[in-house]
Structures are given as C-alpha cells and as structure tokens.
C-alpha cells in the first residue's frame, strides 16, 4: 500500500517537471526573478564578507592589535587629555610582560603610546596624532603580507637610524609627495609591492614637538624615510609612524599607553583572556582585557558592518517578497489555466494530496532552476569581478579599494533553501484552493 | 571650538606672579662694578621689571603674530593679581569679549555666545603660539633654579648669562638660557630649552615703559619679541603699554564671575 502511494508521488513529480519544461516561457519570469533576487543577495554578501574580511585583517594584522589588548580600565572612553590618567605604568608593564612571557599560547605583543603635538618642518606647522609602536614586534604581526606599510620611501623598520613616516595627507601639507611613475604596485590584497619607490620632501628632516608627560615642552628631529596610507582620509592628514623609544623620549615617560597580543593559536584566545585576567585581579591591577573587536578603536568601522549587515538582511526581505510575488503569480496563472486539467485526473482517481503536491513541485523546480541559474551568474559574476581589478573609492578612506566579492557559499545555501522553500509553499497554497473543487465543476470550467 | 592662539599668547604673558617673593620691590640694581649678584637677586630683580610687582597691576598690550602668508594683531587689556590675571580682547571686532583666566596655572577661555567658560588644558596650551604665553611668563625666581654661567653681550649692553634649570617638572620650559643686563638687571634675551635640551623658541625684551611703585620709577617692559626657532619665518611681537599699578577685587578673578 505504502510502496503504491510512493508510487503515485513519484508519478505526480514527473508530471509536475514536465509542466515545468512544457510550460518554460509561463515560468521564465518567475524563474528570472529568483535568480536575480538569488543573485543579488549572493553577491552583496559575499561584498559584505570580503569588507569584513578586510576590516579584520585591517585591524588584527595591518593594525598590529593581534587577538586581544590590554589597557587600562576606562581608557578607550578617555579623551586625549586623560592620557596619562590611563596610561600603564612601568610596574603594569613589568607584571603584563612577566605573564606573557611565562604562557604557552603567547606568540608576540605590540606596545602602543598615544601622541598628539605638532610636527614642524621649515614654515608649515601642523598637528600629528598618532599611536608609536614596537616597531619590530610591530612588523613581525603585520606579517609577509603588511610589513611594507609605505606607499613611498621605507618603513621605519627597514631604516637602520630613528626616522620617521608620514601619512600622505600629512606629508602632502608639508611639502612631502610621492614622486613614483611606475606600474601599479597596490597588490590584490590591497598590500604593497615592498620596494622603495621615490618621494621628495622640501624639508627632509622634521621636528616633532609635544608637550611630555609632566606637560613641558620636547622636541625630537627625525629624517622622514616614508609616506604611508593611514586608511581614513582625517587620519591621513595627522598621522605619522614612530618608534616606540622616540615617542617616549618626546613625551618624557616610560608609560604606554595599550599592549596588543597575538597568540600561536588564536583560537584559544577566551581561554587566554580567562588566565590573563585572573592573574591582573590577584595582583589587583586596573587593567582590562578586550577582544580586539570590542575594543572602542575598531568599534566604529565593525558598527558600520553591523549596519551593512542588516541593509543585507532588509535586502533580502524585499528580494524574496518580490519571488513570493512572482511564484505566486505564476502558480496562480498556471492553476486557474488548468483546472480542468485537475478535474480530469481527479476524476481518474487522484486525490487532492496528490494535486497539490505536484504544483508544489512544481514550484520547488522552478525555483531550483532559478537558483541554480542565479548560481552559475554569481559565480562568473564574482571570477570577473575578482580579476577585472576594479578599484572604488569609499568616501573617508584615504585610497581607493580593490573592488573584491568572496564567494559566499553560506549565502548560496541559505538563499536557495530560503527562496525554495517559500517558492514551493506559495505553490502549494495556490493549489489548495484549485483542488477542493468539485469534480464536474472542474471539468466545466473555461 | 578653536581658540585664538593670540589671545594665549597674551593671557599667558601674565600669568604666576608671586608678590611675596618681591619684598625688595623698588630697590634698586645693584651697581654694575660691585660683585657678581647671586642669580636669585638678578631673577628677582628681572622678573619685577617683566610684571611681578607686589600687589595689582594692569596693562594693555598688542599681541602681533607675523607668519608666512600675513600677520594678524589684537588688543588687549589685562589685570593682574597675585597668581590671578584676566585678559579681555579689545580689538579687533572679530576678538572682541573673548577672555581669558588665569587662576594659577588654570586657564579658563570664555567669548559671547558660550553658555560657560572652556578650561585649557595643559596640552592645548602648548600648542603653536600659544606657547608664547609662557615665554612671557615672569615666573622665573619661582620656577627655577638659576646659575650664572658667564658673561656675554646682547647688542652693545654688558650681560650675565644664565642657565635656568625647572625646579619642577610642570614647568613648561624645561631650561632657559637668559641673559640679564649688568647695570639693570633687564632680562634683555632668553632662549627656551625643551626637555631634550634643544632651543625651542627665543625671546629679546625692550623696557621703554615706566612705572612708578612707592613713589619710586621703574623701568618696564614694553615690547616681546618671540621667536619661533621650529617654524621659519614666524615670529610675535608683544608691546606692553599703559603699565599702572592697580588694586582688583579678588571676585574679578573668580571663574563663576566670567560669564556676565
């Protein structure tokens, strides 16, 4: 019994794919819409991965803030002139890299000082803020693919003297400029080719002058040895790249202001988090430990993911009202067409279950199709746009991006299922309407 | 909010007088062929020429800042008490009403249109010209320690040289090198040293002003000329003018007294 009721299940579906081939012009608007809605969403998803992608790289690596950073409590709500308030003290400093050096998972850590003052060179006078950092440990986080960090000239790793680099916009109001003609040397990742490509700068040397921690007056003079892009436009203008040593002796201090770690595995980062601040409260310090996506420095730009994701999730909405709509409309059209169809094979013996199955099958089909064809469109779609090295510019980012797609196939699962399923329930209840009509009604029906 | 760096650079030049450390005000120098004075007695004595008078005093000056691309002036009237001092801008129009206070090493910025005064911090204060307000600062017997490390000339006039060293961290010049007059003990040049010991900015004085305290004539500053050693080409020229000795009521220095 049970095998003759498969049977006549299996039976419908082929006569429900035969429609859906019999019929393909009635379904080619339907089929049209959800692959486009299907592609659509796929690939601004797979947008929104890469920018994500590209964000965390961008703060983990390119940023040096590794997996995790530790500072004190309050200061990433701080403003610029509690600084020292929130500074970690040399004792802080002691403990931090006593812990580090005695835990397994610990790989490296970056020390980061805060500063602000003014960078003078012969008549132009502008304001620099700018965190100095470890630079070595600094280049080993950011890695084969970031530790050329200039656009122009060398890092200041790379220099065997104290220099100094400056963020373009900043080298741009002193008279600094990139003098490089040669073939694109941004790479697809958005890195740089390392080689020492030409700047000129009307005044070589730089003095930096800050107000130190006890609030008088230092200055260091440095050579400028690169130009660098800071990402945001604003922070272009005021950035500048220095040593952790030369910072400190500008400010007069042996405080810093966060440290930044990466692990061997980072994967075992809550664990870490769990044994660091154990040990900071045993010793009672006022420390804390962030994630480093927690930490207020990148909360602004993964905010603005946040709000990207969730035009992503209305995006969606409107695509699958729009492939309801159009499923619906179809099914609609293709049941009243053939109603009496429905009446002549419930009058040989099919049940309305049976029926109703197979226009949900055909529904499912349809949009199958739809999203295998959107498929194969976002996939070339996505080779094309990877390869053609498209460039855009993101408004307050200081150089154009790399336009890049991921392919995204947790998009293309949920799509396909999210738009199938709902294609073969809007089907489905067209169809329950068409057969619970009466039999010779049916079969009058014109 | 950006605050004029002039008006700094003027309500700084009053700032941190100590009348009782100018008991000796209105004595004379001493004269130039008795013994070298002790560098305490020639602070003392230059700083009371720069302002440090015991008890109050007002003044007007023209703060003129001369940059590459054009040079800008205010005027401005200021009083001074103790460690207290108050700058109004006078001119021009654009500046006008805008203040400043000092209550000690406080800085406190008020012009029309805010609801309450902005405290300066430390940091801001330092920035560009308004540095030049601690340049004018006549703290220098407070503030520093001073050894006389020789003799030298500033134009035709016979000077001691001085090495001041900051008896405090939170002074803002680290060291000075300041050259005192033998005959008048005028502070005629400094130039500012940073932490690093590198000169950061520079100073000449003029004293062609006069005022008379106990009945007895002094010789005044009257014009500041502050040099940027970092910025090339830029300069300020301070001209103090009008020098009376003034009684002020204490409320005139009380920062809940600023808004009017």
């Known amino acids: 019994m049970a095998a003759q009721s498969l049977s006549v299940y299996v039976q419908m579906s082929r006569l429900a794919w035969r429609n859906v081939v019999r019929n393909w012009r009635h379904s080619l608007a339907t089929i049209l819409a959800i692959a486009s809605g299907f592609m659509a969403v796929s690939l601004f998803d797979g947008f929104l991965k890469e920018l994500h992608e590209r964000n965390v790289d961008s703060f983990t690596t390119r940023g040096m803030l590794g997996q995790l950073v530790i500072q004190k409590v309050g200061a990433g709500e701080a403003t610029a002139d509690d600084q020292w308030r929130y500074s970690i003290d040399k004792e802080q400093q002691d403990f931090i890299e006593a812990f580090l050096r005695d ?5 490296r850590r970056v020390r980061f000082l805060y500063m602000v003052g003014m960078v003078n060179a012969g008549p132009y006078n502008t304001v620099f803020t700018s965190y100095a950092i470890d630079v070595k440990e600094g280049g080993e986080v950011r890695g084969d693919r970031w530790y050329w960090y200039t656009l122009a000239g060398e890092p200041i790793d790379q220099v065997k003297e104290p220099s100094i680099s400056l963020g373009m916009g900043l080298g741009h109001l002193i008279d600094c400029e990139s003098t490089y003609e040669g073939p694109n040397f941004i790479l697809e990742d958005g890195n740089y080719l390392p080689e020492n490509r030409p700047f000129i700068c009307k005044h070589p040397r730089v003095t930096l002058s800050a107000t130190t921690e006890a609030a008088q007056v230092n200055a260091i003079d440095l050579p400028v040895t690169g130009l660098f892009d800071a990402g945001f436009r604003e922070a272009d203008k005021r950035a500048i790249r220095v040593d952790l040593a030369q910072a400190q002796r500008l400010l007069d201090t042996d405080k810093i202001s966060m440290v930044s770690v990466q692990l061997k595995n980072p ?23 962030d994630r480093w996506e927690d930490h207020p420095m990148t909360s602004y730009v993964m905010g603005g993911l946040q709000i990207l994701h969730v035009f992503r999730n209305l995006f969606m909405t409107i695509v699958v009202l729009i492939g309801v709509m159009s499923v619906a409309n179809t099914m609609m059209k293709s049941v009243n067409e053939r109603i009496r169809e429905i009446g002549t094979l419930r009058s040989i013996g099919f049940l309305r279950r049976h029926l109703v199955w197979m226009f949900s099958v055909e529904g499912a089909c349809l949009s199958l199709i739809a999203c295998v064809i959107g498929l194969a469109v976002t996939i070339v779609l996505t080779f094309a746009i990877d390869h053609m090295g498209l460039t855009y510019k993101a408004g307050i980012l200081a150089v154009p991006i790399n336009l890049k797609v991921r392919y995204s196939v947790s998009a293309w699962i949920i799509s396909a299922t999210v738009l199938s399923l709902l294609a073969t329930g809007t089907a489905w209840f067209c169809s329950r309407r068409a057969s619970r009509m009466v039999v010779a009604e049916a079969m009058r029906h014109v | 909010m950006v605050v004029s760096p002039l008006l700094f650079s003027l309500a700084l030049s009053v700032t941190g007088f100590s009348p009782h450390l100018y008991a000796k005000a209105g004595s004379q120098p001493a004269a130039a062929a008795s013994p070298a004075p002790s560098a305490e007695d020639l602070l003392k004595d230059s700083d009371r020429a720069r302002g440090a008078l015991e008890g109050g005093i007002s003044w007007e000056i023209d703060v003129e800042t001369f940059e590459e691309g054009g040079q800008n002036k205010v005027h401005y009237l200021v009083k001074v008490k103790g460690v207290d001092a108050l700058a109004e801008a006078v001119s021009p129009a654009r500046n006008k009403g805008e203040t400043m206070l000092f209550n000690d090493r406080n800085l406190w910025f008020f012009k029309p249109g805010l609801k309450k005064p902005v405290a300066i911090s430390a940091r801001q204060k330092l920035m560009g010209q308004a540095a030049n307000g601690d340049i004018a600062s006549t703290n220098y017997y ?8 020789g003799e030298d000339k500033v ?7 001085l090495e001041l060293k900051a008896k405090a961290k939170n002074v803002t010049y680290d060291g000075i090198r300041y050259w005192i007059s033998k005959k008048d003990h005028l502070g005629l040049k400094a130039e500012f040293l ?9 100073a000449l004085f003029k004293y062609n002003n006069k005022v008379t305290l106990e009945g007895k004539s002094m010789q005044f500053v009257s014009e500041m000329d502050i040099l940027d050693t970092l910025k090339q080409g830029s300069h300020t020229v301070i001209t103090y003018s009008n020098p009376k000795p003034e009684n002020h ?12």
């Open chain 1, 103 to 107: 835990d397994p998972d610990f790989q």
């Open chain 1, 267 to 289: 994967d075992n980062r809550e664990q870490f988090i769990a044994r660091l601040r154990k040990a900071i409260a045993d010793k009672g310090f006022d420390l804390q430990v």
């Open chain 2, 142 to 149: 407070r503030d520093y320690e001073g050894k006389v490390t």
């Open chain 2, 155 to 161: 134009g035709a006039v016979d000077c001691y040289k």
């Open chain 2, 194 to 202: 940073t932490v690093g010991g590198d000169m950061f900015k520079s």
């Open chain 2, 249 to 260: 009521p204490d409320s005139q220095f009380n920062i809940n007294n600023l808004v009017r």
